[in-house]
């Protein structure tokens, strides 16, 4: 298994300021990923974050609005940029395991953004 | 594209019952499939694996099943307690290296 810890857990935030997501595993993976969770839906996938280059992005979501560095196998950020009310969501960072491809979470970190 | 559905949406249940959630997908050439539990609030904890060459995997009460030619699982709990009420989500992989395609969530309510 993998332990993941993401930071902040939760925040508020004002219309236009910009937020970063840490993640941090207990081991080194090699492939990352961000997922969003919008109130009441399930998670979407933002981006797969990898390490040494730059992340791959999921139709819908670009990198001036969520940037994303990779600076290790155990550490990764999502910045959401100028955030509007539409970005508040939990955003969750996930690991998969390499032998068995089960994929792991973090505790989500909740957004609002007024 | 890789389409996910569970049914039923919400379910309540007095304690003890035992119940089964169901997900559907359609494309059916999967590498593995996994079944989540995600409280209010909180990220998803990792209930089950299943690769694509097995039919089922038990954990404790859990058993879940899989049925790639009808693009079928099923996550049975036996004996249901009122701490298994969360959201239960299932997710599809169709290769190694793609994304999981997660299904919309099953919401259970397991009444003392």
């Known amino acids: 298994s993998a332990v993941i810890s993401q930071k902040p857990s939760r925040d508020i935030c004002q219309r236009g300021t910009s937020l970063t997501i840490q993640c941090q595993v207990d081991s080194q993976v090699t492939m990352m990923f961000w997922y969003r969770q919008q109130p009441g839906q399930s998670l979407t996938l933002i981006a797969t974050a990898n390490q040494g280059s730059e992340a791959t992005y999921e139709s819908g979501f670009v990198i001036d609005k969520f940037p994303i560095s990779r600076p290790n196998l155990t550490f990764s950020t999502l910045t959401v940029s100028n955030m509007s009310p539409e970005d508040s969501s939990i955003y969750l960072c996930?690991?998969?395991?390499?032998?068995?491809?089960?994929?792991?979470f973090g505790e989500g970190s909740r957004l609002t953004v007024l | 594209k890789q389409e996910v559905t569970q049914i039923p949406a919400a379910l309540s249940v007095p304690e003890g019952e035992n119940l089964v959630l169901n997900c559907s997908f359609t494309d059916s050439a999967i590498y593995n499939l996994q079944w989540f539990r995600q409280d209010p609030g909180k990220g998803l904890t990792s209930l089950l694996l299943i690769q694509s060459s097995q039919r089922e995997q038990t954990s404790g009460r859990l058993n879940a099943s899989l049925d790639k030619s009808s693009g079928r699982s099923t996550l049975y709990i036996a004996a249901s307690q009122p701490g298994d009420s969360a959201t239960y989500l299932c997710a599809v992989r169709l290769s190694s290296g793609d994304k999981l395609t997660f299904g919309t969530g099953t919401r259970l309510a397991v009444r003392p």
């Open positions: 996930s690991v998969a395991i390499p032998n068995t491809g089960e994929l792991f």
